[in-house]
């Protein structure tokens, strides 16, 4: 990596000297807490651009990681996460970032954008990627293709919990309460395995690979504190889990979902509830639902919480692909796939599903 940065370097080096430009360097491990401490500060950044999440996609998903930051007079200006994905069933790529909802550059400066975005450009080339991606929340190359399916869901937390109930439409309160009838109740954990019962249940169903247990046990190890595990439980028996971060004020519930026995209680909704409840008494004042496509059942569950959609603008630079990717199971292709995969037993899927999803980013 640091050959490729290095050369980078050296094809600017005079323009970098004559115009003050950031100087591109490429992530270090002594580097982790300055990164972190930017990205804490930045305003554009979000919890994806955390440094740890390089230790996650490199261990867990095996994948090669391109760190990259812009630094003027001794500190940092902008932050770019890369992982280049090489699969021979869904091609290679330069991401910003996979496996995360959001990514892309982070600044304070403009010139520390430039710096980046023209490395990342280089690095790409040299790559022979065929495609650079940026998962953007705003738009920063108007010219380049976009992919329009895509919405994130975001809300503020009302200071009051009541306040909090009362603002979800009337249909989804009544199965928040049908939840809390049927006797359900939610425990914090330390340990993923019974959040993986529940999520592994919920992606079967859905004809989705999952991932390994390794890999949300790193999620856990790496963000400690930050990456909390929610259980319902109805009879001491596992109904739905939720993996959720925090980052500043907000929650993301990230990873979700049921048992077989969900629906039948309202064990989700009862979930996503108890998520925000607990968020509420603690302070946080953002509800980030996270990613969706358009007109899926994920989609109109979070609008029937009355959460708005906002389009996520993710931008791509085609290399040596013809056309922007289309790796997501709404592709007619992947019909067939999705529906067989709905047929193995539980257990096989678990065994197989990390292999293959590795590398869907």
């Given amino acids: 990596m640091s050959s490729i940065i290095d050369a980078f370097q050296e094809d600017h080096q005079a323009s970098l000297h004559k115009t003050g430009t950031p100087v591109v360097h490429a992530f270090q491990p002594q580097d982790a807490a300055r990164w972190d401490e930017f990205v804490s500060g930045c305003p554009e950044a979000t919890f994806f651009h955390r440094a740890g999440w390089k230790t996650v996609i490199e261990r867990a998903l095996g994948h090669r990681t391109w760190y990259l930051y812009a630094e003027s007079g001794g500190k940092i200006q902008a932050v770019l996460p890369l992982a280049e994905i090489n699969s021979r069933l869904f091609g290679h790529c330069l991401s910003s970032l996979p496996f995360c909802v959001y990514g892309g550059i982070a600044a304070i400066s403009e010139s520390g954008r430039t710096a980046l975005d023209r490395a990342a450009q280089a690095l790409a080339a040299r790559l022979k990627t065929d495609y ?121 519930p990230y990873y979700g979902g049921g048992t077989g026995e969900a629906r039948e209680v309202a064990g989700n909704d009862f979930m996503y509830w108890e998520l925000m409840r607990r968020a509420c008494e603690r302070g946080v004042k953002t509800f980030d639902f996270g990613r969706s496509k358009r007109n899926t059942g994920s989609y109109d569950f979070k609008k029937n919480w009355g959460f708005e959609p906002q389009p996520l603008h993710y931008e791509y630079q085609l290399h040596h692909a013809g056309a922007v990717p289309d790796h997501n199971p709404l592709n007619p292709k992947y019909q067939i796939f999705i529906k067989a995969w709905r047929k193995l037993p539980l257990p096989v899927a678990n065994l197989i599903g990390p292999y293959i999803v590795k590398n869907l980013g």
Wanted: charged share 30%.
């Fill in 132 to 252: 650079l991606e940026y998962r953007n929340l705003r738009i920063q190359h108007p010219d380049w293709p976009t992919k329009d399916l895509y919405v994130t869901f975001r809300k503020d937390i009302d200071p009051e919990v009541e306040q909090n109930m009362q603002a979800i439409p009337r249909k989804q309160r009544a199965m928040v309460r049908k939840g809390i009838k049927a006797g359900l109740e939610s425990v914090i954990d330390e340990d993923t395995e019974r959040f993986f019962l529940a999520y592994s249940a919920s992606v079967h169903r859905l004809g989705t690979p999952v991932f390994s247990r390794r890999y949300f046990r790193l999620l856990k190890e790496t963000f400690a504190k930050d990456c909390e595990l929610m259980v319902v439980l109805k009879g001491g028996c596992t109904v739905s889990g939720v993996m959720s971060f925090y980052f500043r004020d907000e929650v993301l």
